[in-house]
Every structure is written in structure tokens, then in C-alpha cells.
């Protein structure tokens, strides 16, 4: 109510009066009854399609409540483990998680809206709503902690920082399926640092999309396949050009929209893992530290000169 009497504390009587007479002219309420949740929910994406639409987690939510087959109690079961889906990614956001969940199973590119994307998948893997539910849940809690960079090892805070810097976060889909099915013989922080250093190369590559996705897809596809850990180090190595990125890293970078992040990333790989940094305001160069230093090829650790990137950070 607190809208509505804020609404009507701005307004004076002849404003109220013609409001009154619109609401009375104009505004129709409808009663509608079902007899049951499953056809309140079909009624209310017919009328939604009619009206404002709704977002793609709302038409998936219906699609999944649509299949359950008990009365009102197991409705609200239903219900309150959505609100825990949304409650966990953030509703403004919860499309955007479903996308990734989405490429995280199917390991190719949406061609139709994210609701029909995930409508074979519900037909084929959601015999039990609450199962289906339950994995997007687990599956909701990792995206967090990608979103949040929340990762016990100190070494994965640089390479999930890194990889945050990159324009795009087509890299996220690949690392939600590895936390989403962990891979034997493979931990968390060599999988990230294994992706830091393919998605840094293909970006200061200037790799096209299709080309970029092309790694992640199949990095996806053996996760979910049960591939061994030896499997996806090959998928990662097959798809390095350490002789192009070398020669580019040592290139002149400055004025490029990846130099920050490649400067940042050498300020980082200089310092103790026990040190994390934040980087904020403007920053500038004042001595740069030998381009060998930071090492994203796929092959033997370099010896690095221990000279220290200096910077000073203004605004």
C-alpha cells in the first residue's frame, strides 16, 4: 500500500477526480478461478502473451510447473525451491545465468530465444521437476562463485580476475560445466589457469567468436562426455599459438583495449599469491617489466627477470 498512498499524497482533488472517473471508465477487473495451480500457471502465460511478456526464467519456471502432478502442497514445494534459484543468482540476472546453464549442457551456439533453447531440454531431462530444479540450484550456486570470484586456492584469485578483464564471458560457460561435473585428476585451479591462458591468447590473438567457441565447446563436450583430465589438457594445447601470442605479447601493445588487462595481469603474476590487489581509478605506466615475464603458453615455465611493473593510479 505504500506505492499507492505515495501516489495519491501527489495529487490534489482535481487530479484525483479525473483519475477516479478514468479507473471508472476505462479499467476493467476480470475474476478468474482454476480449479487447480497447474491450470492457473497455463492461464497466465496465456494472458502474458497477450500483454507484457514474460522473461525466459518465468516461461521456464511454467514449463517445469506444468509437469508436476500432485495437488497444492507439492505446488508451493515447487515454488519456494524456485524462489531459492532466484534468491541465489539475483532475478535481474537469472536469464543471463539460465544462458550460460544452457551452453554449459548443449556446447553450441542459442539460435532461438532462451526459452525455446531450453524447451528440448526440459522435455528430455525434466521428468522430475524438482531433480531439474535442484541441479539449476547447485549449478546457480557456481555461477555465483564465478561472479564473485570465490575460490579457496590464492593462485585462482589472479586467473579468475584475468579472465573477468576480457570483453567477453563466453569463457564462463565452460568453467560452470567443469565446477558443475569436476573432472578426476584435474583440480579446480589448474582447469582455471588452463582457461586463462586460452581465453588470453585467443582474445590478444583477435580470435572471432566462432573461433573462440570453438575451444569452449569442446572443452564442454568432453566434460560432459566423462573425458580424463589428459583429454581436456590435449583440448587446450590443440588449440594454443604460443609462437603468435609470444610474438604479439611482445609487440607494442600500448593504446589497445587489452593492454590494461595485460599490464594488470603482470602486476598480479609479480606479487606473493598471499597478496590480492584491487585496481581501481586511472591507471598509468611508469616502468614496465620484461615482456617474457608473464607466461600464458602452453609449454616449459620461463625464468623471469624479478623487475616489478610500477604504477600510478589517479581519479
Known amino acids: 500500500m505504500t506505492a499507492v498512498d505515495t501516489f495519491y499524497a501527489g495529487k490534489d482533488e482535481a487530479k484525483l477526480k479525473l483519475f477516479a472517473n478514468y479507473l471508472l471508465s476505462k479499467v476493467y477487473v476480470v475474476f478468474v478461478r482454476t480449479n487447480s495451480f497447474r491450470s492457473a500457471y497455463r492461464l497466465f502465460n496465456v494472458l502474458n502473451t497477450r500483454g507484457l ?10 514449463a517445469l510447473f506444468d509437469k508436476l502432478t500432485n495437488g497444492e502442497d507439492y505446488s508451493q514445494e515447487f515454488e519456494d525451491r524456485w524462489i531459492e534459484l532466484e534468491e541465489t543468482v539475483a532475478i535481474d540476472i537469472l536469464d543471463t545465468f539460465l544462458g550460460h546453464h544452457r551452453t554449459s549442457i548443449k556446447a553450441e551456439k542459442a539460435r532461438e530465444d532462451l526459452f525455446k533453447e531450453f524447451d528440448p531440454i ?7 521437476p524438482f531433480l531439474f530444479v535442484d541441479k539449476l540450484i ?6 555465483r562463485r564465478i561472479n564473485e570470484s570465490k575460490f579457496k586456492e590464492p593462485q585462482a584469485i589472479p586467473s579468475i580476475n584475468a ?6 564471458d563466453e569463457w564462463i560457460a565452460p568453467l560452470l560445466c567443469f ?6 585428476d584435474m583440480s579446480e585451479i589448474e582447469f582455471l589457469q588452463l582457461l586463462e591462458k586460452i581465453t588470453m591468447q585467443n582474445w590478444i590473438r583477435r580470435l572471432g567468436r566462432t573461433a573462440r567457441l570453438t575451444v569452449y565447446f569442446q572443452l564442454i563436450s568432453a566434460i560432459n562426455d566423462d573425458k580424463s583430465a589428459d583429454d581436456l589438457r590435449s583440448v587446450f594445447r590443440a588449440n ?3 609462437k603468435e601470442f609470444l610474438t604479439l605479447l611482445k609487440s607494442d601493445i600500448y593504446g589497445l583495449p587489452r593492454a590494461q588487462a595485460i599490464l594488470l595481469r603482470l602486476e598480479e603474476a609479480s606479487q606473493d599469491e598471499s597478496v590480492t590487489k584491487v585496481f581501481g581509478g586511472d591507471i598509468s605506466i611508469e616502468h ?7 607466461d600464458l603458453s602452453f609449454g616449459p615455465c620461463r625464468s623471469h627477470s624479478g623487475t616489478v611493473l610500477r604504477y600510478s593510479r589517479g581519479g
Open 122 to 128: 526440459i522435455k528430455a531431462e525434466a521428468k522430475d
Open 179 to 184: 565446477l558443475n561435473r569436476p573432472v578426476s
Open 163 to 168: 579472465l573477468h578483464r576480457v570483453r567477453y
Open 138 to 143: 547447485i549449478s546457480a550456486r557456481n555461477f
Open 240 to 242: 594454443a599459438n604460443n
Open 288 to 294: 614496465i617489466l620484461p615482456q617474457e615475464f608473464l
Open 53 to 62: 511478456p514474460l522473461s525466459n526464467a518465468d516461461l521456464i519456471k511454467n
